[in-house]
């Protein structure tokens, strides 16, 4: 793998002119952890009374099928401009932070929650530092006390290729390129993906090597933290206090930046999640990253083109 490299002080020096300081948490709205102690205090002994666990207890035999959420592929956007243009936020974030599988207000779905950190912004009111949860059509609870008695919510119609690959590196995936908007039917709790009623505009980066320390490509790691992650990792990890970096917001810059510049000119395929039938998918699945980042840029300028007259 080679990456063509570029000077960091002027990537950094950007940064600092568009982004006077990292927000965290503007938009108050419920990360992980809030979506998590809110499901265990409306099933505190478990979802067994759930909608979607009665339906599961149901089949014959039990639980012996997740529920499937069938897809109207004519909702999945046609190319990435539309995709962008239907989105209210487009967004570059880190690695996973948290998540946690719950179920829908209604009961009826299991959704998987991540938290990640915001490393670049192409449409929307997030800024760069700022902490990002989304909502995912896809999970497994368990229903009861026997380890049979669980159930779940797939994506269909089937094919679909699934929302995670393992990694050939066995590192964490991300950073990934996210194409968001709110759920209008408030069923996911959180951002969802913006094509399809939630299953397309996730596509992972995946620079190598992400985890070595002597890599160029870990500062994507690092950048990847938030202040409460960052001080946990070193903790469980290293059993020693908290590092500077993870309370200075100048190294804190000069990772994201780094990280920018990586992406930018990284010669990895992408790796796009959603349907089989996505044709946005299609098109971008192992597409060089840098190429793709190039398209996802052009689709944004596009979006902010006045109309021609």
């Avoid at 960052?230 to 590092?243: D, I, L, M, N």
Wanted: net charge negative.
């Amino acid at each position: 793998m080679r990456l063509l490299r570029c000077c960091f002080p002027l990537a950094i020096l950007i940064l600092l002119l568009f982004i006077p300081c990292f927000a965290q948490d503007v938009l108050a709205d419920k990360h992980v952890t809030d979506i998590l102690a809110e499901y265990k205090a409306k099933y505190p002994h478990g979802p067994s009374d759930s909608i979607l666990c009665k339906w599961a207890l149901a089949q014959h035999p039990p639980y012996s099928r997740a529920r499937l959420r069938e897809v109207n592929t004519a909702t999945l956007e046609k190319n990435l401009v539309a995709l962008m243009q239907a989105s209210d936020d487009v967004v570059l974030v880190g690695i996973d932070l948290r998540n946690a599988i719950v179920l829908t207000p209604s009961g009826e779905d299991a959704v998987t929650y991540t938290d990640s950190r915001v490393l670049r912004v192409w449409k929307g009111s997030y800024k760069v530092g700022d902490l990002l949860t989304l909502g995912v059509w896809q999970g497994v609870i368990t229903c009861g006390t026997d380890t049979k008695d669980f159930t779940g919510t797939q994506v269909g119609p089937v094919p679909v290729s699934m929302f995670h690959t393992r990694n050939p590196s066995y590192a964490p995936d991300g950073p990934f390129v996210l194409f968001l908007q709110r759920d209008k039917n408030e069923q996911i709790e959180s951002l969802r993906l913006a094509g399809g009623g939630g299953v397309q505009g996730m596509f992972d980066l995946r620079p190598p090597d992400i985890w070595d320390t002597h890599s160029a490509s870990s500062v994507c790691h690092t950048a990847s933290y938030d202040h409460l992650a960052c001080q946990a990792f070193y903790e469980r990890s290293h059993g020693k206090v908290t590092p500077e970096g993870c309370r200075d917001p100048a190294v804190d810059l000069r990772n994201i930046a780094a990280c920018n510049e990586i992406m930018n000119n990284l010669i990895e395929p992408v790796v796009a999640f959603g349907m089989n039938q996505d044709p946005v998918r299609e098109k971008y699945n192992g597409v060089p990253v840098a190429s793709f980042l190039k398209e996802v840029q052009e689709a944004a300028d596009s979006w902010r083109a006045p109309p021609s007259k």
